[in-house]
């Protein structure tokens, strides 16, 4: 591995560390916002290794993170953003294969309709205000996720998503579950 390599994946787990961290926030916008420092730098990440939908779709997460975080300034809690953002994420989909290359074949639509999946599932979480509904996307988010980053060899990416399924049981074990019994 060369020096470039070790430095993106080093960006990849200075990434994944945010990331985990933020699923034992107990608010939503402390969750956020260091998701969006985590989605910050997994775009360097991903584009580095050359994972162009996940660094696209990461910056889509770093921009939404920040929109939603700033409720009152930006009026997330308008259903148009979900949109928007879920809009962009098909976008980013079709331009990997129409822009940048990537062959369209069977293997490769699946592949980069995952993350597709995981980014609709996180903005449900973010713009449902519940940091429950947030940890409980996060589980459909995260084995999508997970697929991408080890076809990529995104070592950050393949690290922060077993490391959050494990953070986010944990975290559904300590805070949700006490609120429903």
């Known amino acids: 591995m060369d020096t470039y390599q070790i430095v993106a994946q080093g960006i990849g787990i200075v990434a994944m560390t945010l990331n985990i961290i933020s699923y034992q926030m107990k608010k939503q916008r402390s969750i956020i916002i260091l998701q969006l420092f985590g989605a910050t730098l997994f775009t360097v990440n991903m584009f580095m290794i050359g994972a162009v939908v996940g660094g696209f779709l990461n910056a889509i997460g770093a921009i939404r993170a920040l929109v939603y975080s700033n ?99 944990s975290a559904m074990i300590r805070l949700d579950r006490k609120k429903t019994q």
């Open 71 to 169: 409720e009152k300034r930006f009026r997330s809690d308008k259903f148009i953003w979900f949109i928007v953002f879920g809009a962009l994420s098909v976008i980013s989909y079709l331009l990997t294969f129409l822009v940048f290359d990537k062959e369209p074949n069977a293997v490769n639509l699946i592949l980069e309709f995952l993350p597709i999946v995981a980014m609709l599932a996180s903005g449900i979480g973010f713009y449902r205000k519940s940091p429950r509904t947030v940890r409980r996307m996060a589980l459909i988010c995260s084995p999508s996720w997970l697929v991408y980053n080890i076809v990529n060899f995104a070592i950050g990416g393949i690290i922060c998503e077993i490391l959050a399924l494990v953070s986010i049981i």
